[in-house]
């Protein structure tokens, strides 16, 4: 499956943005999706995750209450709702999907990954 990130662009802290992740070449619905994010000089961190059914969502402790990971099957596509958005929120932010088992939180477990959508919040 090729993914493809949209959505990133320059907001205010407070602000908001949704970022965008289109799928092709695959059947989305059997993949969990995650968003992870990369500030630089740091490593890829996990940001959120969604089971291939939606019924499942997972968040890092950092973006609990102010991101909501959602998907549209039909239109295979994976959302992120980015709202109070802080300076420390900045980064590189990446779509990726997995086959696995469980939905994941480790970078490792995605074999799928699409090119980076830049966030940047100002202070």
């Known amino acids: 499956v090729q993914l493809q990130a949209s959505g990133g662009g320059l907001v205010q802290a407070g602000g908001s943005l949704r970022l965008s992740c289109a799928a092709s070449?695959?059947?989305?619905?059997?993949?969990?999706m995650g968003w992870f994010r990369q500030a630089p000089g740091k490593e890829r961190e996990f940001v959120a995750a969604i089971r291939w059914s939606g019924t499942i969502t997972r968040y890092a402790d950092s973006v609990k209450g102010r991101f909501t990971i959602s998907r549209d099957n039909a239109k295979n596509t994976v959302y992120l709702q980015m709202n109070n958005l802080k300076p420390e929120d900045t980064a590189a932010y990446y779509c990726?999907?997995?086959?696995?088992?469980?939905?994941?939180?480790?970078?490792?477990?995605?074999?799928?990954w699409g090119q980076g959508t830049q966030v940047t919040v100002s202070s």
């Open positions: 070449g695959g059947t989305f619905s059997s993949y969990h």
């Open positions: 990726a999907g997995s086959k696995g088992a469980r939905v994941a939180t480790e970078k490792y477990e995605y074999g799928y």
